[in-house]
Structure formats: C-alpha cells, structure tokens
C-alpha cells in the first residue's frame, strides 16, 4: 500500500527535539513499522496548488494521513483524481479539512485519534480565559518595553470569578473546560449543543443548557467555542450574533477559525464590542502575514491572545496521537475493528454525530 502523511515542518527544532513526533522529520515515528511490513511511506509538508506533493500523489494513495495542524485540504475535486484513496487518519482531533460529504460518497473511511488531545486544548482554553479577563498580554508587552504604569493596565483587568462563561459545543473539550471552571466559582456556566448532556453530567459541573444561541451570546460574559467545524457552525460568529454579544464580551476559540468570520471578529475588536479574541485556530493556516487577527487590538491596546495552532499539540499530545495513528493503521492493515469512537465517516456513511444534525 502508499501511504501519504502531510506533516508540517519542524526544521532544526524537530532535529533536537525528537518528541516533536507530528513534523515531516519525525514523521509520527512510523517509517520503520510501514516498510518493514513492505508499505510505501511518504511524508511532506507540500500541500497546496497543483504542483503540491499532496496533490501529486494523492492519485494513487491507498491510506492517507493529515494533522489539522498543517491541514492537507481532501476536496471533492481531489476526492475524484484520488482513485486508490481506502482510509484518511487524522492525527489528532478534527476533520473538516476533509470534504466529509465526498468521503460518504466514495466510501473512504475517515478515523481521528478522538481525545488525543482533548485535555491539552481545554488547558488552553483555560489559560486564554484567564489572559484575556486579566489583561495579560499587554502587562507583560508593558514590562518588555521597560514600563511600569499599573493603572494602564488594571483598567481592563477583572476576576474571572462571578463571570458568566458559555461553552458553544459540550463534547468531549467543552466539557473538560467547564469541569475545570468550576472551581473559579463563575456566576454560571452555560452551554448551547444541540447534544444535550445527561443530568448527572450537568450537575457535576453545575451547568444550564440555552437552546437559543443569541439568547445563550447574551448571557455571557465569556464565551468558548468547541464544536467542529461543519455546515452548520461555519461563520456561525458573524456580525449579526456579535451584536447580540453583551458589550465587552471577551471570545476563545481553539476549535478551528472559520466557525468566526474574521473581518467581523477583527471589527468588534477594534470597536469595542469584543473586549479580547484568543485562540489558536486561523482560517488559513498558516496565517498570511496581514491577517487581521495577528494585529487587532481593543480600544485600550490589548484583547488580542492569538497564536499560532499549537493548542492540541504539546508533547504530551504528540505522543498520544502518533501512537493513536499506527493503532488505527494496524487495525486497517489487519482487518481488526476501529474504536468506535474514533470513526467520524464509515463506510459510507457518518458514525459521529457531532459534524451537524442531520
Ligand atoms: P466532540 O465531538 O467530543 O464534541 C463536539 C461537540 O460539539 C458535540 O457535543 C456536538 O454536539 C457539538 N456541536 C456540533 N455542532 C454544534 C453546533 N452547531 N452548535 C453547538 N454545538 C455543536 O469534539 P471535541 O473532541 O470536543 O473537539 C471539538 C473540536 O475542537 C474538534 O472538532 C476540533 O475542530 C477542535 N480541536 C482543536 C484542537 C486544537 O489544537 N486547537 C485540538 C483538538 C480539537
């Protein structure tokens, strides 16, 4: 079998650091395992336009491995020039880089390592909460330059504690971010999914579900976006809902950009309306140099927690999805059965319910 990973490029931190499993160097540690069982491996960091080696070789790849950290985006039109395509791996969590809806038709399988890295983003999240409503990044900007002015920076700066925080999206990071708020005694803890949790689980972390979503943005103090990405949440953070944001809301997403338009996430910034956007999620990736969100600054000079998609990918991750990777391809590879939950699309059909109601 030919079996493709497009990986990002680690350069010489990759070359010292050899935990850093997910780059084109260390190649998810799976060279050896793949050619000693007479398999075809070939990693790159080549994605886009036709003259990509993933575009290249994509037409004769049986089993296909992609991080959404780099994503290597599978089209439809890619779908139909890849004729041998049997399997795409995720390695990591998220799979909207595939054309899911192409995947269902052509009956290609596509397996994540689901909670590979659920515990490092939702720790992410928490830090990114805690850097906005404190005020972080411009205290620490201040002190880098040699300042010292207190009162520039306690301006904007609050508790988190008797906060109103809401979760868009309660799976498996929604939830771990709202089991690890509970001890910061918010206000409330919401949510809006249309997955509802079970009561046991809603009493563990004390948190009410609000079925409507401008109602549950007006709520908020602080909201945090961990839902997929699909149909349904695509641009789902819009000019519109924003205004139904109470004014000087802050906003964290880690779970991918494009579920937020950018130019009208970067305007209520600059306006006010948003008092601090972080995240680590952009929808190009990597970022082009004006992206708005690597520049956009609230009207005090801060609200600004972006940086680059590394939030699922700590070491401690890395580990956990290149070991999560070679269980599902031995699995392929000697007909045993995929952990269920790992299976976003089966054969043709979706297994997840979390890519939209339908
Ligand atoms: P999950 O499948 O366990 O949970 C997703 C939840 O979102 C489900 O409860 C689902 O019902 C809900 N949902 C789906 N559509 C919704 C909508 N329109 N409105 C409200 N809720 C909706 O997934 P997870 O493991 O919690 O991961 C969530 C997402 O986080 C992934 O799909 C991925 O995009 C992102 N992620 C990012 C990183 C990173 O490094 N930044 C790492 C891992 C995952």
Same mark, same amino acid.
């Given at each position: 079998m030919k079996v493709l990973a497009v990986l990002y490029n680690g350069f010489q931190a990759a070359k010292e650091e050899p935990r850093l499993l997910g780059? *084109? /160097?260390?190649?998810?540690?799976?060279?050896? $395992?793949?050619?000693?069982?007479?398999? /075809?491996?070939?990693?790159?960091?080549?994605?886009?336009? =036709?003259?990509?080696?993933?575009?290249? %070789?994509? &037409?004769?790849?049986?089993?296909?491995?992609?991080t959404p950290f780099h994503p290597g985006y599978l089209t439809r039109t890619l779908f139909n020039e890849a004729k %041998?395509? +049997?399997?795409?791996?995720?390695?990591?969590?998220?799979?909207?880089?595939?054309?899911?809806?192409?995947?269902? /038709?052509?009956?290609?399988?596509?397996? !994540?390592?689901?909670?590979?890295?659920?515990?490092? *983003?939702? !720790?992410? &999240?928490?830090?990114?909460?805690?850097l906005l409503v404190r005020n972080f990044v411009p205290a620490h900007e201040m002190i880098e330059r040699g300042d010292w002015q207190v009162s520039e920076i306690a301006r904007n700066a609050f508790d988190?504690?008797?906060?109103?925080?809401?979760?868009?999206?309660?799976?498996?990071?929604?939830?771990? &971010?709202?089991?690890?708020?509970?001890?910061?005694?918010?206000?409330?803890?919401?949510y809006y999914d249309y997955a509802p949790l079970s009561p046991e689980r809603e009493k563990e972390v004390g948190a009410r579900r609000i079925e409507d979503l401008k109602e549950f943005a007006s709520k908020c103090d602080l909201i945090t976006i961990n839902a997929p990405l699909h149909e349904g949440t695509r641009h789902l953070i819009n000019k519109d809902l924003l205004q139904h944001f109470k004014k000087g809301a802050w906003l964290v997403n880690t779970a991918r950009g494009a579920i937020c338009n950018a130019e009208d996430v970067a305007a209520a910034v600059k306006s006010g309306q948003l008092n601090g956007y972080a995240g680590d999620v952009w929808n190009v990736q990597p970022a082009p140099k004006d992206h708005p969100w690597r520049y956009m600054k609230n009207p005090l000079g801060g609200g600004n927690g972006m940086v680059p998609h590394y939030?699922?990918?700590?070491?401690?991750?890395?580990?956990?999805?290149?070991?999560?990777?070679?269980?599902?391809?031995?699995?392929?590879?000697?007909? +045993?059965?995929?952990? =269920?939950?790992?299976?976003? &699309?089966?054969?043709? +059909? $979706?297994?997840? +319910?979390? $890519?939209g109601q339908r």
């Open positions: 780059t *084109v /160097e260390n190649e998810l540690g799976l060279r050896q $395992y793949l050619e000693s069982q007479g398999h /075809e491996y070939i990693v790159t960091s080549s994605k886009d336009g =036709p003259d990509s080696d993933f575009h290249k %070789h994509i &037409v004769n790849t049986d089993i296909l491995i992609t %041998h395509l +049997k399997l795409c791996i995720t390695a990591g969590v998220g799979s909207d880089h595939i054309d899911l809806n192409a995947a269902v /038709e052509k009956q290609v399988q596509v397996i !994540e390592v689901s909670g590979s890295n659920v515990v490092s *983003v939702a !720790e992410h &999240v928490i830090m990114s909460i805690l988190l504690e008797g906060k109103v925080v809401g979760t868009i999206g309660a799976g498996r990071i929604g939830y771990r &971010v709202l089991q690890r708020l509970v001890p910061f005694e918010c206000k409330e803890l919401l939030s699922g990918s700590t070491l401690d991750a890395q580990l956990r999805y290149a070991r999560g990777t070679r269980a599902i391809l031995e699995n392929f590879l000697t007909g +045993k059965a995929q952990e =269920p939950g790992n299976i976003i &699309v089966g054969l043709g +059909k $979706y297994e997840t +319910k979390a $890519y």
